[in-house]
Nanobody, 114 residues
Framework: VDLVESGGGLVQFGGSLKLSCVAS????????MGWYRQTAGSQRELVAT???????TYGDSVKGRFIISGNYAANTIDLQMDNLKPEDSAVYSC?????????WGRGTQVTVSS
């Protein structure tokens, strides 16, 4: 499975961005997709996930500000990020969990200026 992210960039404090992830390959085995983020020197952090059934989970720091959506028929997930803060700056990576393995995208940089 290949994952390609898009939508990162530079935004001001309080602004919004939308990230997208498209999966290709053996996508039928995927049952959960999500977003994680990481800054230099820190561990990777859960942002949000969405299952094929539509169940969602969110990291505590983004609840109420970010919304994840998914279209498994089109093999895509999106992450709408509102009210962005400088501490949201990170490399955001898409992850797909399949029945036999997990997969990661290369990541997209999000930078929030104060």
């Amino acid at each position: 499975v290949d994952l390609v992210e898009s939508g990162g960039g530079l935004v001001q404090f309080g602004g919004s961005l939308k990230l997208s992830c498209v999966a290709s390959g053996s996508v039928d085995e995927i049952y959960v997709m999500g977003w994680y983020r990481q800054t230099a020197g820190s561990q990777r952090e859960l942002v949000a996930t969405i299952s094929r059934s539509g169940s969602t989970t969110y990291g505590d720091s983004v609840k109420g500000r970010f919304i994840i959506s998914g279209n498994y028929a089109a093999n895509t997930i999106d992450l709408q990020m509102d009210n962005l803060k400088p501490e949201d700056s990170a490399v955001y990576s898409c992850r797909a969990i399949g029945t036999r393995s997990q997969f990661w995208g290369r990541g997209t940089q999000v930078t929030v200026s104060s």
